[in-house]
C-alpha cells in the first residue's frame, strides 16, 4: 500500500490549476470534441469533477465519520452534470472548480484527526465495507482519471491528422 | 481532418506551464514511481520531452523545408535521456522544458508563411513520405499521449489503495 493523507491531498491540490492552464482560451474544437456517442467532452468532463466535489466526495466522508456503516453513503449521479444546461464559460467552470476543491479540502484536513481515522469504515451502496482511506485514494485517482480523459479525448481529435505516427501514439490505441 | 496550425500550436504553449503545476513540489514517491521494469516515471518523461524539444520537432521540421524528400530525417533516440543522469531537479527541468517549446514555438511560426507550407513532405526512416502537417499534429498529440502517461504511472501507484473502487476507475485498467 502506498497511500499518505499528504501525498493524496498533493494531487487533490494541483488538478484544479493545472487543468486551468491546459483548457483556459483554447478553441472551441478542443473543448467540444468527444469520442463519440454518449461520450464527454473536456468540458463535460470538468463539469463532472464539479458535481463530485458538490456532491460525492465531502458528503460520503462526512457519512463515514458520522454514521460509519450504519447507512449507506448517500446517493451520488454521476450524469447529473449532463442534465443542466450551464451558461458558464469553461474559464468560470474551472474556477468554481478550484474554490470548490479548495474549500473541500480545508474540511478535510481537520476530519483526520489521527492514522486510525483513517481506517474508519462505511458503507458503499455497491461494493459494501470501504475504508475512509480507500475512498480519500479513490478521490486522487479519481482526477488522474478524468486528466487521461481529457488528454485521451482531444488526441483523438488528431486521430487522421497525424498520419502514419498513428502507430507509435499509444493514446491513439485506447 | 482537424489540424489548424493555431489550434495544434494552443496544445503546444500549454503543456510545459500545465506540467509545472502538476508536478513542482511533488513528493519524490510520485516523480519516481514506474510501472514496472523498462517503464519511465514522471521525471523520465519530463526529460524525453525535453528530448524531443532539442533533438526532433524541429530538426525534422528544418529537414522538410531545407531538404524535402531527398534526406531522411535526423536520428531521435527515444531513449537517450534514460543514458545519461541527471542531477537537475524537477523543477529545473520542467523550466527548461518550457524555455525550449517557447523558444521553438517562436522559430515555428514563421516557418509557416502559407497553407501550402503544411503540404510539404520529408521522409520518415520508417515511414517514408509524411507531410509537415501530419508531423506539428504529432508533435501536439505526444504532448497529449505523455500528459496521459504520467497520470497513467501515477494512479497505478494507488492501484491497491482505492480498494474496490478499482472496478471504477479506467486509467487502472490501462
Not at 1 to 29: C, D, H, Q, W
Request: charged share 30%; net charge negative.
Amino acid at each position: 500500500m502506498n497511500f499518505k493523507l499528504e501525498e493524496a491531498i498533493e494531487v487533490l491540490e494541483r488538478t484544479p490549476k493545472s487543468l486551468e492552464y491546459f483548457l483556459s482560451g483554447l478553441s472551441e474544437g478542443w473543448l467540444t470534441c468527444n469520442e463519440g456517442e454518449g461520450t464527454w467532452n473536456a468540458t463535460e468532463v470538468v463539469e463532472h469533477l464539479i458535481e463530485g466535489e458538490k456532491h460525492n466526495w465531502i458528503p460520503r466522508i462526512e457519512t463515514i465519520l458520522t454514521e460509519g456503516e450504519n447507512k449507506p453513503f448517500p446517493e451520488f449521479d454521476r450524469f447529473s452534470h449532463l442534465k443542466q444546461e450551464s451558461a458558464a464559460t469553461i474559464e468560470e467552470k474551472l474556477k468554481e472548480f478550484r474554490a470548490l476543491r479548495k474549500e473541500n479540502l480545508s474540511r478535510l484536513k481537520p476530519f483526520i484527526t489521527s492514522e486510525s481515522t483513517l481506517e474508519l469504515t462505511g458503507t458503499h451502496p455497491a461494493f459494501g465495507t470501504v475504508k475512509l482511506r480507500e475512498l480519500i485514494s479513490t478521490w486522487a485517482v479519481h482526477d488522474l482519471t478524468h486528466i487521461s480523459q481529457i488528454v485521451r479525448v482531444m488526441a483523438h481529435r488528431y486521430r487522421e491528422d497525424v498520419g502514419p505516427w498513428k502507430e507509435y501514439l499509444g493514446i491513439l490505441k485506447e
